[in-house]
T-cell receptor
Framework: SQQGEEDPQALSIQEGENATMNCSYKTSINNLQWYRQNSGRGLVHLILIRSNEREKHSGRLRVTLDTSKKSSSLLITASRAADTASYFCATLTSGTYKYIFGTGTRLKVLA | DVKVTQSSRYLVKRTGEKVFLECVQD?????MFWYRQDPGLGLRLIYFSYDVKMKEKGDIPEGYSVSREKKERFSLILESASTNQTSMYLCASSFNYGYTFGSGTRLTVV
């Protein structure tokens, strides 16, 4: 069963614009992570946010977490063509040690 | 640079064959995982292991088995490959938080 549901499923923007992706989940979590996957490759870890954190930054990435709404968002600022990829959220349910991944958002950045 | 290495990028196997997918990590991680990824279904956990010779079923273990004889190696076995096992297979390892993924093996069963 899917814990994380990303929204939108696909997103197409112009280079330089900001891209926002959302993730909703169902149970109490320990932490939430975002991953990027380039076409046909493995996933690359981007950022982790713990359940007691509300916002985190890493370079052009900004992640927010709202545990009351069971949702998270990933913002990529000043997007580049190289940001074209699929983005997944993964949640670690409290009391477990395995992550559950959502179905991903496919981002296309047009040059 | 830390690595998770999957032995094959592409594999084509025949229905009924026994298939081995190998995964090796060089980070001395305790936990290792096998996922399959299919369009519209995301990543689904097949099996995971939190120690040598230990294994636990994930969400979709049917038709698969695993082996972890050494800490660095986690093998996924398809006992009798079927066409519905055509998929992208991803191996990952972790210590505490955050997975390191391999590049994936795209398996086609014909």
């Amino acid at each position: 069963s899917q814990q994380g549901e990303e929204d939108p499923q696909a997103l197409s923007i112009q280079e330089g614009e900001n891209a926002t992706m959302n993730c909703s989940y169902k149970t109490s979590i320990n932490n939430l992570q975002w991953y990027r996957q380039n076409s046909g490759r493995g996933l690359v870890h981007l950022i982790l946010i713990r359940s007691n954190e509300r916002e985190k930054h890493s370079g052009r990435l900004r992640v927010t977490l709202d545990t009351s709404k069971k949702s998270s968002s990933l913002l990529i600022t000043a997007s580049r063509a190289a940001d074209t990829a699929s983005y997944f959220c993964a949640t670690l349910t409290s009391g477990t040690y395995k992550y559950i991944f959502g179905t991903g958002t496919r981002l296309k950045v047009l040059a | 640079d830390v690595k998770v290495t999957q032995s094959s990028r592409y594999l084509v196997k025949r229905t009924g064959e026994k298939v081995f997918l190998e995964c090796v990590q060089d980070m001395d991680h305790e936990n290792m995982f096998w996922y399959r990824q299919d369009p519209g279904l995301g990543l689904r956990l097949i099996y995971f292991s939190y120690d040598v010779k230990m294994k636990e079923k994930g969400d979709i273990p049917e038709g698969y088995s695993v082996s972890r004889e050494k800490k660095e190696r986690f093998s996924l076995i398809l006992e009798s490959a079927s066409t519905n096992q055509t998929s992208m297979y991803l191996c990952a390892s972790s210590f505490n938080y955050g997975y390191t993924f391999g590049s994936g093996t795209r398996l086609t069963v014909v």
